[in-house]
């Protein structure tokens, strides 16, 4: 058998029992696990899995579309509740809208 060092590790007690109960249910030790995994890192060449950040909900692109909105002057507010008028507003419809404005601002400049 190869040598072997000790390692300590700090986990959340919670997510520890979570991971030892799953590792129970397969029949390995949570070492066994850790093992397994150091294992898969060596084979891989790094992390066996993607490692990406999360995605932000749909709720920031609704307040990135307000914001557009306000911004291109599509949306007067004075508060955010007046804001929650713009939802649902995609960028291609504000696009729109300020173009439209722009028209309609140039007519009434030449009258």
Do not use: W, Y
Request: charged share 25%; aromatic share 4%; with cysteine.
């Amino acid at each position: 058998m190869a040598e072997t060092k000790l390692m300590q590790i700090r986990v959340d007690a919670a997510v520890r029992a979570e991971v030892d109960e799953i590792c129970h249910a397969l029949g390995l030790s949570t070492n066994e696990a850790i093992n397994l995994f150091f294992h898969q890192i060596l084979l891989h060449d790094g992390i066996p899995f993607p490692l990406q950040k999360s995605r932000p909900d749909g709720g920031v692109f609704v307040a990135l579309d307000d914001a557009d909105a306000v911004a291109c002057g599509v949306l007067h507010t004075k508060s955010c509740a007046n804001a929650s008028k713009a939802r649902g507003r995609s960028f291609m419809l504000t696009i729109k809208q300020m173009s439209q404005n722009k028209k309609s601002n140039k007519k009434k400049k030449k009258r």
